[in-house]
Structures are given as structure tokens and as C-alpha cells.
């Protein structure tokens, strides 16, 4: 402990050694900290997308391969399971001379209630619209809005059906196009309008069994229900985009290492100022005894002090960056083009470790090459600074 201070003090001694040191560990913890960032961001988005997603739409999506289907044929199925059947069609929504292509989902509301956590207790016999398409139209609540259908009469085939209703409330489904193109109405109404049987339906939303979990629910979904039924997960219709999101969070961890290997350099001008400013004084040590083992343990100490450092700065440079991410107007994002208006930084355990545990491999590199140095150097080499 005595030898290892007296070395500490050694390095630290003169303004010029303390503030390189410090210097040196600035620039180490905002490289870990901008890789960290880039990470929390992409995970962020994949976290922030499927929450949207399964909120408004529960654990899986049942369609028939034949299209429409009577709900009834398949309650038997679903005993186990929550569900909320609709009947979605698409139609333009027309308004102030604006009109928009939407899809119309006809739902029950107490059973909609059920799987999604989207607040519809305002729909009446009217319609409810996301906020989106609400600023598109310049709607509010209580305003006019008409559906333009496609007719499906034979004699008036390709014509249109025009339908007024009420603005009932203004929902948010935290994600751009469902914001912008979903409407929601009566499912009984809207079947009734369209002369379909009373439990006619094209899709069911479901959740889950608790006590099967997700991957064994849906196999279970799909044993029941048979090949005329496709069963997918929530995020199925974003599952590209998700997959690419997660080949380029892996690929930028590892492009970035280049902004830590910049930083690193810092460190290595560090190493070679103290070991020829300070030779002497390290080399005088030695001659009175001090082994080459224990200042081996203290350069190695030294640079895990480095990294440990930077790991616990950039956690604080993290935080403050994610918190400018969310409190800031200028980090809001065009959800047209990003999907979402507003992103998080989100970090597990094993982004942590994937990043600390590369930043803590260019240090034992840079350890692993200054001992050798160290040890190719003679005691009176050292005491007389003839370093080669």
C-alpha cells in the first residue's frame, strides 16, 4: 500500500501530470459515453416502438387467409385468451376540403378495452381519430368528419359511399402513421352500413395467456385455430425495420471503437509523458528495492483507475444526454420520416458490458505494451534516462 502511493504520488506530482491525467480520463469517458449514447438511442427506439405497437394492439394479430370470418367460429379457440375482434376497411376521410386515406376499424369498446391500453371510453356513435390526422384536417372533438367507402354493390360497382359522422375524442398512439391514418368507430354500426352479418370480422386482436408465455401462446393460437388462420406478433408489420435497427446497433458499437481509439491515444501520451518525466524517480525506487512485480501491479492499477473513471463519468454524461434528449423541442424528430416524434436512451446490463468490456480492452493493450517497455529498461538505464 506504501509503495503504491509513494508511486501515486509520483504521478501526480506538478500541475502539468494532474491535469493530463485528468484530461487524459475527459476524453476516455466521452468516447464510452457517445458509443453508449448510440446504443441507448437504437434500443430506445426498438422499446419505444413496440410499447406504441402493443398498446393499441395487443400481443398478436389473427387473420383469416380467406378474409372476412365470422367471429363466433372462432371463441372456441380463444377461451384462453383475451381478445377483441374488429372490422377494419379502408376509406379517405374528408374535411375543410382536406382528405386523408385511412383505415377504418370498427370495435367493440368494452372489449377493445380489454387488450389495449388506447383510451376510446369516448366513442359513441361517432368516431375516434388520431391526433395526426386530427392537425391534418384541422379537426377537433365535436367537429364533422366524412368516410368515403368503396361500394360494394354489384350494379354500382366503383362508386363511392359517403358517411358523416361526429368527432367523438382525439387518441395518441405514439407512433406517426397510426397517429395519421387510423380512425375508430362501432364495429356494429359499421357492419350494419355495410349489410355484413352481425359477427363478421377480417382481424382479432389477442393477448397472451400469462401462464403459457409469448412464444407458447402463439403456438398454442396456432394449433387451435389451424392453417386458415394466420397468427403474427404485434411488431410483425414493423419486423424489418426492427431487424435492421438491430444489425446496425451491433455494426456502429463497432465502427465507434474508432472514437475510443482517438481517446485512447490520450492515455498513451499520458503513459509516455509520466514515464519520461518521471523515470527517475520510478527508476530510483526500483534501487532501493522496490521489485518490478509491484510497479507492474501499479501501472496496471493505474490504467484500470483510468477506465474505471471514465466508466463512472460517462454514466453521468449518458444521463445528461438522455435527459436533453427527452426535456429539449430541438431533439424532436419528424415522425413522417423516424416513426416517432420523441426518442430515450435505453441501456441494459449487456450493453454495458459490451461497451465497458471493449473500452477495457484497449487499456490492457495499452498496459500489456508499456510494461514491456518498462521491463526492457535496465535500473541504470533508467537512472540515467537512456531510454531506446
Do not use: C
Not at 509503495?3 to 501526480?12: Q, V, Y
Not at 408489420?237 to 481509439?261: C, D, G, P, W
Not at 510494461?371 to 535496465?378: D, G, V
Amino acid at each position: 500500500m506504501g509503495s503504491a502511493f509513494s508511486f501515486f504520488k509520483i504521478i501526480i506530482q506538478g500541475k502539468a501530470s494532474g491535469r493530463f491525467l485528468v484530461a487524459a480520463v475527459l476524453s476516455f469517458s466521452f468516447s464510452i459515453a457517445v458509443i453508449l449514447s448510440t446504443v441507448g438511442l437504437m434500443d430506445g427506439f426498438v422499446s419505444a416502438l413496440k410499447t406504441s405497437l402493443k398498446g393499441s394492439s395487443g400481443d398478436f394479430h389473427i387473420t383469416s387467409n380467406r378474409g372476412f370470418f365470422l367471429k363466433e367460429d372462432v371463441l372456441p379457440a380463444l377461451e384462453d385468451f383475451p381478445s377483441a375482434s374488429i372490422m377494419q376497411v379502408e376509406s379517405f376521410a374528408v374535411s375543410n376540403g382536406l382528405n386523408k386515406g385511412v383505415l377504418v376499424k370498427g370495435v367493440e369498446k368494452d372489449e377493445f378495452k380489454k387488450i389495449s391500453s388506447l383510451n376510446l371510453e369516448k366513442l359513441e356513435s361517432g368516431v375516434v381519430i388520431g391526433k395526426e390526422l386530427a392537425k391534418a384536417l384541422d379537426l377537433s372533438p365535436g367537429d364533422e368528419l366524412t368516410l368515403t367507402f368503396a361500394s360494394d354493390q354489384t350494379r354500382d360497382q366503383g362508386g363511392a359511399v359517403l358517411k358523416k359522422y361526429k368527432v367523438d375524442s382525439v387518441v395518441s398512439h405514439g407512433i406517426y402513421e397510426k397517429d395519421l391514418r387510423f380512425v375508430y368507430t362501432d364495429r356494429l354500426n359499421l357492419t350494419r352500413g355495410f349489410g355484413y352479418k352481425k359477427g363478421a370480422v377480417n382481424k382479432i386482436l389477442a393477448l397472451q395467456n400469462p401462464s403459457l408465455g409469448f412464444e407458447a401462446s402463439q403456438a398454442a393460437l396456432k394449433r387451435k385455430l389451424g392453417n386458415k388462420f394466420e397468427i403474427e406478433p404485434y411488431w410483425s408489420e414493423y419486423k424489418t425495420l426492427l431487424r435492421a435497427v438491430e444489425v446496425e446497433k451491433t455494426s456502429i458499437s463497432f465502427i465507434l471503437q474508432i472514437i475510443v481509439v482517438v481517446a485512447i491515444f490520450n492515455v498513451i501520451a499520458f503513459i509516455i509523458f509520466i514515464s519520461e518525466k518521471k523515470s527517475q524517480e520510478f527508476f530510483l525506487l526500483r534501487a532501493f528495492g522496490a521489485s518490478m512485480k509491484k510497479i507492474t501491479s501499479f501501472w496496471r492499477g493505474l490504467l484500470l483507475f483510468i477506465w474505471f473513471a471514465s466508466a463512472l463519468l460517462s454514466l453521468g454524461l449518458t444521463w445528461l444526454f438522455n435527459l436533453l434528449l427527452t426535456s429539449l423541442p430541438v431533439f424532436e424528430l419528424p415522425g413522417d420520416i423516424y416513426v416517432l416524434s420523441k426518442l430515450r436512451l435505453e441501456l441494459g446490463w449487456e450493453d454495458f458490458a459490451l461497451v465497458f468490456s471493449l473500452a477495457l480492452g484497449w487499456i490492457l493493450i495499452i498496459g500489456a505494451a508499456t510494461m514491456w517497455r518498462m521491463k526492457k529498461r535496465t535500473v541504470l538505464a533508467g537512472l540515467r534516462e537512456e531510454f531506446k
